[in-house]
């Protein structure tokens, strides 16, 4: 599909005025933005210089946010399907007609069993108005299925909210003063900007950067170190790490005995993993763990960077609550310039309640639905274990044929001709093409929204910038719309989205500070933990969580192998690759994809593959090769590049499908199992095969 990478021009005569807003993706970084407006039009976007986090700094993706709000292919109408699902066929029809169709299927499915209607949607927008307010008023007071909403982070969330009390931890901006910074899991320079600007400040004062991640990013480029090691390997390396720390006594003595809970325990543990275990296990030198292990014990303040790549695996819960229980067992939360930082988002006191109203369930108890596994849920009939079959489906914030794990059932999931489905999307993406409605959604520069953040601790407003484009409405006003046909009456259901901004926060946090500045700091200490104070039961950090073991999980964290093992260097089968599937720079899960500029930086999909893999195989870069596995397969260009470690792949996604050289994407492979905490996804827990294109068998 052809896009124009340039919306139309507009007059330079046409008077312009500035607007306040804030970056609604899913990054950590959660910018404020300025929007220059001219004519009715955004014609820039830019960082706030007065917001001291963003610092008037933008990542390539939003600073082409005005392109992508007057892109040439919005959706700006109403649609119904006209064609076979998956055919992308529609016409448009008007707002009255789609609302009354909507509410009448709905309607009829509710009579019978409001179970049988569910909502998908994750973090198309972060904003809490848009996000999360009036759809979960809408779909409670229907009784809809409940969404268990998991497809990034839970893991790593459930891992802190047992070790540390919650999704907190360092504030970022003393990074900044670190004199040692893991950066563990992440590609900060593509994934986490403004973070990166402070980890450089902490370098150009002395500071050591490690990168410890499978592949061999952009990040790591510009570290002083790099671990490549195994994906889903890592609490094996963080227990070698504490194995050492015992060894050399490296330990804060005093703060294990005042401010942390299980360590007999947790030492006996790490005692069983010497360098030299964990080496074989996580495919690094013993030498390079051994040094890292000293520079971590004898340097303060020494800092880690933690983030969500490290949880996508069968472990990954194990994993995230063994590196964070590192910064106790050396004291480095006594400083405001040590500890960790995964998430902050534990930090905002957000009046979820008011927001969601689940009191309007009354005493209804709907199912709940794992949206990882939304392709085998589609695909299930009626039964007493799972309830209902799926008759309706709305989707918002989400493009679930394109990011959803093992899209082949995903696909056959959404191509059920008895499935009605309702799509609110600002592009035609791939899951619009199943949809059998589709309603225009506004982008953020058209709406009110309200933010917190999960890498710094502000609180950021954004009011609309520009009207609406061609018919769009929020997602807040759909859903109020929605209720009055279905003769919801309830007073709430007629809350403006100004005023369900105002209710996010209720008086913790100054709204005339929110509407003058664009955003409010939060007021925590310098140093969460110097003292301990972990909001834990225990009030310490929980080395052994009783929580867990309560439901017979181990209490203390332990290297969980991946569903999918890692195989060994060499090692023969019918899939003897593990595969990684991490974001290209100038993509955000499957957002920006249809943006031209951005997709002409990023070329086409491709799959990383070392050499010593690639020779073998008689792959050459730039070459079509097949991907494949039991669940599916995916071509894509090959680069064969050592940022792939041997033995590992690199499937750079989300690409949507319908750009795929076939028609598919790098999600074709992945699998719906678990990760052992949060009932999160295992994208990065996948064994694959790769050969040449031209030598696919069947089915390439």
């Not at 106790?328 to 998430?343: K, P």
């Not at 008895?418 to 589709?438: C, N, P, S």
Request: glycine share 10%; charged share 20%; proline share 8%.
């Amino acid at each position: 599909m052809s896009l124009p990478s340039e919306p139309v021009s507009t007059p330079v005569s046409a008077p312009s005025h500035e607007q306040l807003g804030a970056c609604p993706h899913d990054c950590p970084d959660t910018c404020a933005l300025i929007t220059t407006v001219q004519g009715g039009r955004a014609v820039k976007v830019r960082g706030n210089p007065a917001h001291r986090p963003t610092d008037g700094v933008l990542c390539t993706k939003v600073s082409r946010y005005a392109e992508r709000t007057h892109h040439p292919e919005r959706l700006l109408t109403p649609l119904r399907r006209v064609g076979a699902k998956g055919q992308g066929r529609f016409e448009p029809i008007g707002w009255d007609a789609a609302l009354h169709e909507i509410a009448q299927r709905l309607g009829a499915i509710a009579a019978r069993d409001a179970q049988a209607i569910l909502p998908y949607s994750y973090a198309g927008t972060m904003g809490l108005v848009q996000g999360e307010s009036m759809d979960r008023r809408f779909f409670h007071r229907l009784g809809a299925s409940l969404l268990e909403r998991t497809i990034c982070a839970t893991a790593g969330g459930e891992a802190l909210t047992h070790t540390l009390g919650g999704k907190l931890g360092m504030r970022v901006e003393f990074f900044a003063e670190s004199r040692l910074i893991l950066i563990w899991g992440s590609n900060s320079i593509a994934s986490n900007l403004h973070f990166w600007r402070l980890a450089q400040q902490a370098r150009r004062q002395g500071a050591r950067l490690v990168c410890i991640d499978p592949r061999k990013s952009e990040t790591a480029d510009k570290c002083d170190e790099h671990l490549p090691l195994l994906p889903g390997t890592d609490a094996a390396l963080a227990l070698a790490l504490m194995h050492e720390l015992i060894r050399h006594d490296w330990l804060d003595h005093d703060y294990i005995e005042r401010h942390t809970l299980g360590w007999p325990a947790l030492r006996e543990r790490a005692l069983q993993w010497p360098p030299e275990r964990a080496a074989a296990v996580c495919g690094l030198p013993v030498a390079q763990i051994e040094a890292l292990a000293r520079a971590y014990g004898t340097t303060q303040p020494a800092a880690i960077r933690l983030n969500y790549g490290v949880q996508r695996c069968g472990g990954g819960g194990n994993a995230v609550r063994a590196i964070a229980s590192l910064p106790a067992l050396t004291g480095a939360w006594r400083h405001r310039a040590g500890g960790l930082l995964l998430s902050s988002s534990g930090h905002f006191p957000v009046d979820r309640a008011a927001l969601q109203r689940p009191d309007l369930l009354g005493a209804r108890r709907p199912r709940t639905v794992n949206m990882v596994t939304i392709g085998d849920d589609l695909l299930r009939q009626a039964s007493p274990q799972f309830g209902p079959r799926i008759e309706a489906l709305v989707v918002y914030n989400s493009n679930p044929v394109a990011v959803a794990p093992e899209s082949p059932k995903v696909v056959q999931g959404f191509a059920r001709e008895d499935l009605f489905t309702v799509v609110l999307e600002q592009f035609h993406t791939d899951t619009v093409d199943y949809a059998d409605i589709v309603l225009p959604a506004t982008t953020q520069l058209e709406h009110w929204d309200i933010h917190g953040a999960y890498g710094h601790t502000d609180v950021l407003l954004n009011r609309p910038a520009i009207p609406p484009v061609g018919q769009a409405r929020s997602n807040a006003q759909v859903f109020r719309d929605l209720a009055v046909r279905m003769g919801f009456d309830e007073p709430c259901f007629a809350d403006s989205d100004e005023q369900l901004c105002r209710q996010a926060y209720g008086r913790a946090v100054p709204w005339d500070e929110l509407a003058t500045h664009g955003f409010a700091s939060l007021r925590l200490p310098e140093a969460p933990f110097a003292d301990g104070g972990f909001p834990t039961p225990s009030g310490r950090c929980e080395f052994f969580s009783q929580r867990l073991a309560a439901r017979g999980l181990d209490g203390l964290p332990g290297h969980v192998p991946n569903h999918e093992a890692v195989p060994a260097q060499g090692a023969a089968g019918p899939y003897p690759l593990a595969m990684i599937s991490p974001p290209a720079r100038h993509f955000l899960n499957s957002s920006f994809v249809n943006v031209q500029s951005l997709r002409s930086i990023e070329g086409q999909p491709l799959l990383e593959i070392h050499p010593h893999d690639a020779a073998p195989r008689g792959i050459a870069s730039g070459a079509l090769v097949r991907v494949f596995n039991g669940r599916g397969s995916y071509h894509c260009a090959a680069q064969v590049s050592e940022r792939a470690r041997p033995g590992v792949v690199n499937g750079l996604g989300i690409w949507w499908r319908k750009l795929g050289p076939r028609g598919t994407n790098v999600n074709e492979l992945t699998s719906q199992q678990l990760t052992d905490l949060g009932h999160g996804p295992t994208f990065y827990d996948c064994r694959v095969q790769v050969e040449a294109a031209a030598t696919a068998g069947p089915g390439g």
